[in-house]
């Protein structure tokens, strides 16, 4: 066990995580941006911190994740790191920083010197190459499917993602083909409980879910949906603080509450 009731003991590791995944635990992971949240969820025991690139959208008050820049994204994961000694963080790559391979290794580099443990990409199998690439030289990545915000135009708006069934069969061959390639860990957002559990038995890296059921090894939320600062609230989402005396006390409740698997509910999550 790395932790007991509230607190992680040891620095959470790739390691840390494969152990809960092999033995069936949950873990726990919050997107936020700065010093003080990272503190008060590494002292929750929130064991995976993610600078999302979200921070466009919840910090920066744009309407999508487009304007986020590489610069953004390292000011954000230094302030995050000097905040948490002990959980493990993930900083996202931001659009157009990851599209061949070598602006990928270089612009990965910067946000491993920033304070990340792990570099977080949005695609399919045209990323199976970087994922080999980044994971050969060191570099952990963490994937992500599904409703890839980035790809918001693509999509026509933030819409789920894999309901129709050649959808949900694209999605669960890139899962394989970059779990093979040497993705850590992938992010499932917005896709059927269905589809998410059946990639979560298919592949050796940790799912980490979003809007995507009960069953993947772990869930995610964006700290303002914990703490009630979003105006329209996603459905996959919760505020926690409102029934929480404090944000520490919020995320310990989303922490729990996953662990116990009474979050996320049926009202949280998208079926086929
Ligand atoms: O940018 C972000 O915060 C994310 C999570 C919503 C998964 O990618």
Known sequence: MVYNTHHITHPVTIHTLKQLKHKGDKFVCIALYDAPTA??????????????????MTVQGHSSTLPVTMEHMAYHTSAVSRGNHKSLIIADMPFMSYSTTEQAMHNAGLLMQAGANIVKLEGGEWLAETIYKLSERGIPVCAHLGLTP???????GFRVQGKEQGQADNILKDAKLLDQAGADLIVLECIPTELATTITQSVKMSTIGIGAGQMTDAQVLVINDIIGLTAKPPRFSKNFLSEAGSIAEAMTLFRDQVKA?????????FRL
């Open 150 to 156: 980035q790809s918001v135009n693509k999509f026509g």
């Open 39 to 56: 503190t008060i969820a590494q002292n929750q025991g929130i064991e995976v911190l993610l600078v999302g690139d979200s921070l466009g």
């Open 261 to 269: 698997g009474d979050f996320p509910t049926e009202n949280h999550t």
